[in-house]
DNA sequence: CGCACTCTTGACCGAGATCAACATTCGTGG
DNA sequence: CCACGAATGTTGATCTCGGTCAAGAGTGCG
């Protein structure tokens, strides 16, 4: 599949199809579910903390990040969500959502009702299995992000969240020659690594200078794939993608 | 229900009814399950990181807790599980365990086979939907302390661990006038909030002085609940407790 | 073309790490 | 029941990674 008609299938079709091959009957269950698409600009919140929403949303285009603030103001960002993720999926089981969820660009965006999502659940057992397992590779991901904050440092801690987000982008089709968008600015990068930003700023040209990426104007690139992993100290195996993909 | 006879109930009806009250359908399901129950000595690994359960475990008692190695052979605890908890229960859909589960003290320990939690889940809706949710509050537990290790600064930090103890620990009625037993090591907690041992130690004793925790030979008393929490800029919501445990 | 956002650089500071003893507790075997 | 060694907890001195503050340089958008 080339990264244009990629563009093109259903974002959760395409997610799901990461795992294993659908059924007909599957695809077209997923295809008739009604979704709300619309686009939402760079900047919003689309959900936020203490919400109880009544639909989930899956991204069909565009990033957006999970965050939470702390009592003294204090962003963190647990995670940066691309095509194909959905970020809340866990309200369709916790009523109450402890995160926001903003875009960081404008985002194409598919609400999907809690009801319908109940109502696929029930009929199809496998893409019922497929979604908690989405959710579980969620967790996978805030536990190996815990390990980064808790005890890896700054450097290590760039070079892993390089070499995370590369891959999630690629298992949806969006890197070609170890190359994507990373349209994250440097605060941004900060506030998802618990670090400031004259240090992130530091990091990456620390990062650059030892020849491991190229990142300007918003375009990461790595340059050495094997050093970089060892440096972010990044294997992939949490992440849970099928083979083929790694 | 009193410390004492809440001991003798099944671990996962104890846990799935701190959320909503079984059927007597769904709790003769439960209790049907084929359980493989055994006591396994402090400091040993249940399961290890790379293993391929064909088994979830439910502690039934003692504490455990869930971590990964670094490449630098550090070791970040991901979250520490009591009486009721289900670690692993995350391998009924993700093939390779992508973290290492080791007791802390000698815990009881109840093995279900993954076979018989499926054929559960395709029968008995509600107990999936309630599974599923329990895999999504370790999530969002995840989340909390990401942001608790990013974000916030070792008083805190501690301040903040403390509550989430007493508060998980009291929803399964393990705690008596906000005291409660923490058979945990400053070595264990700086491993689970990613600073020195001998900087936990510090924090500990300025907790202390300031009058709002009494910590002695592994026995936790709150002594200023309002004011830890305060410190420790903690807010139950994220653990999703039904309102009559909060 | 001007303002706001983002990135970069330098100087200084401080929370927490590290190193090194020492104290205390606890489990174990004699 | 005591003795001893290992694990755990405590304290002080010193160092360092990363934070904070401040100022400038690009960059892009209205």
Redesign the interface.
Same mark, same amino acid.
Do not use: C, V
């Given at each position: 599949m080339s990264a244009a008609n990629v563009r093109n299938t259903h974002p959760l079709i395409r997610k799901l199809e990461t795992v294993f091959p659908l059924s007909d009957e599957e695809r077209k269950a997923i295809l008739a579910l009604p979704i709300d698409q619309r686009v939402i600009e760079a900047h919003q919140d689309i959900v936020r903390e #203490?919400d109880r929403p009544s639909r989930s949303f899956v991204i069909a285009d565009g990033v957006a990040c999970?965050f939470?603030m $702390? #009592? &003294?103001g204090?962003? /963190?960002i *647990?995670a940066f969500h691309i095509t194909g993720d959905m970020p809340d999926l /866990?309200s369709l089981? *916790? /009523? $109450?959502l402890? %995160?926001s969820i903003g875009t960081i660009t404008a985002c194409k965006v598919g609400f999907i009702q809690h009801e319908d999502l109940q109502r696929l659940c &029930?009929r199809q057992?496998r893409v019922?299995?497929a979604l @908690?397992?989405e959710?579980? %590779?969620?967790?996978?991901m805030?536990? &190996? @992000?815990? $390990?980064n %904050? #808790?005890?890896?440092q700054a450097l290590g801690r760039a070079a892993h969240f390089m070499c995370e987000y590369i891959v999630r982008a690629r298992a949806m089709g969006l890197v070609e020659d170890y190359s994507c968008e990373l349209p994250i600015t440097q605060e941004e990068l900060s506030d998802a690594?618990?670090l400031s930003i004259v240090h992130v700023n530091r990091v990456l040209q620390e990062l650059r200078k030892l020849g491991l990426i190229n990142l300007e104007s918003r375009h990461l690139t790595v340059l050495d794939w094997t050093r970089l992993q060892e440096v972010g100290?990044f294997d992939a #195996?949490?992440l849970?993608l099928p083979k083929t993909a790694t």
């Open positions: #203490g999970a939470r $702390t #009592g &003294e204090k962003r /963190q *647990l /866990q089981h *916790l /009523q $109450t402890d %995160i &029930e057992a019922a299995a @908690w397992r959710t579980l %590779i969620y967790a996978a805030f536990r &190996e @992000w815990i $390990t %904050i #808790g005890r890896r690594m618990g100290d #195996g949490y849970h």
